[in-house]
């Protein structure tokens, strides 16, 4: 049975860009693993343009086969394994919110398309893990964003309908997955992305900061 409309909504939200600053790992990673393979690393904002869909899509735009692929994508999680506990932060007012949500009664889940294991991974590092019922990586669907299919595997482990939930995200890849799952879809501009970058997804609404977020959900209730 659905809960009742007055429960508060269950907050998605998207990871890289969003609660954590690991843009420079991001981008460091990648260059590292086009040159430890001879390669020419494309520009900071072509592969910073891709962040929010899973690093194999991403690569295998620029392999030459499966099998270079693997090597890229190995490369690439050698610097992000060794540089990731150095370079990852969380964004300013994001430990904040997120405990002043679960102490409103808000479920929190986190829509990535970093793998379950490397999210929580991030999500302990910077004291949020506790807070987290549930995470869906690219591991966990056959589908990625935008499709809309992770944000519905969230929606399901939850136990929640569309209308009972909103997804936060920095990228047009998560208001498209958010607004293809029938869920509020609230931009974060400040992360990756700038909102010219956002706008042709339609979000419900615009964050200038993590800490509006409590209030917006208060008033769309």
């Known amino acids: 049975m659905s809960r009742v409309q007055s429960a508060p909504a269950a907050v998605l939200f998207d990871l890289d860009g969003t609660l954590i600053d690991s843009i420079e ?3 460091n990673s990648a260059r590292y693993a086009f040159e430890k393979l001879g390669r020419i690393a494309p520009p900071d904002e072509e ?8 690093l194999f899509t991403m690569f295998g735009r620029y392999a030459r086969d499966d099998a270079d692929r693997a090597a890229l ?10 540089h990731h506990d150095r370079l990852v932060r ?6 904040d919110t997120v ?9 929190i889940a986190i829509v990535t398309s970093k793998s379950e294991y490397l999210a929580l991974r991030a999500l302990a590092l910077v004291g949020l893990a506790r807070h987290v019922d549930t995470i ?30 909103v997804f936060v ?9 958010g607004n293809a799952a029938g869920v509020r879809t609230f931009a974060a501009l400040w ?5 010219q970058d956002l706008e042709p997804g339609f979000p419900s609404a615009w964050l200038e900061s993590i800490s509006q977020l409590p209030s917006l959900l208060a008033a769309t209730s």
Request: charged fraction near 25%; hydrophobic fraction near 40%; proline fraction near 6%.
């Open 73 to 82: 994508i190995a490369a690439y999680r050698e610097y992000q394994m060794e």
């Open 191 to 195: 992360g990756a992305f700038k909102r």
């Open 99 to 107: 405990t002043a949500l679960r102490s409103r009664g808000h479920e």
């Open 25 to 27: 790992l991001i981008l």
């Open 136 to 165: 869906v990586g690219c591991d966990a669907t056959t589908r990625h964003k935008p499709d809309p299919e992770p944000v519905r595997l969230a929606l399901q482990r939850l136990g929640r309908a569309p209308n009972e939930a």
């Open 90 to 95: 969380c964004y300013d007012e994001v430990v």
């Open 47 to 54: 592969w910073s343009a891709g962040i929010g869909i899973p």
């Open 169 to 177: 995200g920095d990228s047009v890849h998560d208001v498209l997955a």
